[in-house]
């Protein structure tokens, strides 16, 4: 069974460095894209960008580049979403996903990760 | 960036009802359309890829149609478990870009 699960909850300040994973399991982790989701407080859904953990080529959306940093270790079948210095308007829901086998829409979903910024 | 819109952007339908949604691109995109539903609180999940493929596990009163500029998603007879919702999301060329959604309440 495909899983993908996400690191909890956190807590953050303006200003502060945050890193959230998303383990794969029940597949072959190097073989199939991995991308980030996020949705605002009672929004919808933004696509922020992608990852390829066999070769970690990464595709951003230009709305994200620069803002976060997507990667994976590969090791422990895992990637990350991560951010230097965090805003209030960072605070959202993010979701890990993996593209289907040959395709682009995401098939499975991992549970989600809340953040909140906030002074 | 391809703009993806949905109409209505809320509905309220009775149990048994016919239920349809409309998600019209700002450019072509053949049919690389996917279709998911969200509940509070839950993570997204896939119901159609390919504008009108169902994804395995997914009810048969689902389904897709459409190609180019304009989609839909039927729902042939809505039931309380229906209650999400639904975005599209083109993935014809990055980046990718969803539906701001369609939400369906039951009356």
């Known amino acids: 069974e495909v899983q993908l699960v996400q690191s909890g909850a956190e807590v953050k300040k303006p200003g502060e460095s945050l890193k959230i994973s998303c383990e794969g399991s029940?597949?072959?982790?190097?073989?199939?894209?991995i991308g980030w989701v996020r949705q605002m407080p009672e929004k919808g859904l933004e696509w922020m960008g992608i990852i390829y953990p066999g070769d970690s080529d990464t595709r951003y959306n230009p709305s994200f580049q620069g803002q976060v940093t997507i990667s994976v270790d590969k090791s422990i079948s895992t990637a990350y979403l991560q951010w230097s210095s965090l805003k209030a308007s960072d605070s959202a829901m993010y979701y890990c996903?993996?593209?289907?086998?040959?395709?682009?829409?995401?098939?499975?979903w991992g549970q989600g990760t809340l953040v909140t910024v906030s002074s | 960036d391809i703009q993806m819109t949905h109409s209505p952007s809320t509905l309220s339908a009775s149990v048994g009802d016919r239920v349809t949604i409309t998600c019209r691109a700002s450019?072509?995109?053949?049919?690389?359309l996917a279709w998911y539903q969200q509940k509070p609180g839950k993570a997204p999940k896939l119901l159609i890829y390919?504008?009108?493929t169902l994804e395995g596990g997914v009810p048969s009163r689902f389904s897709g149609s459409g190609s180019g500029t304009e989609f839909t998603l039927t729902i042939s007879s809505l039931q309380p478990d229906d209650a999400a919702t639904y975005y599209c999301?083109?993935?014809?060329?990055?980046?990718?870009?969803f539906g701001g959604g369609t939400k369906v309440e039951i009356k």
């Open positions: 390919k504008a009108s």
């Open positions: 029940g597949y072959s982790f190097t073989s199939y894209w």
């Open positions: 996903a993996r593209r289907a086998e040959g395709s682009e829409y995401f098939q499975y």
């Open positions: 450019q072509s995109i053949s049919s690389w």
């Open positions: 999301q083109q993935y014809t060329s990055n980046p990718l870009t």
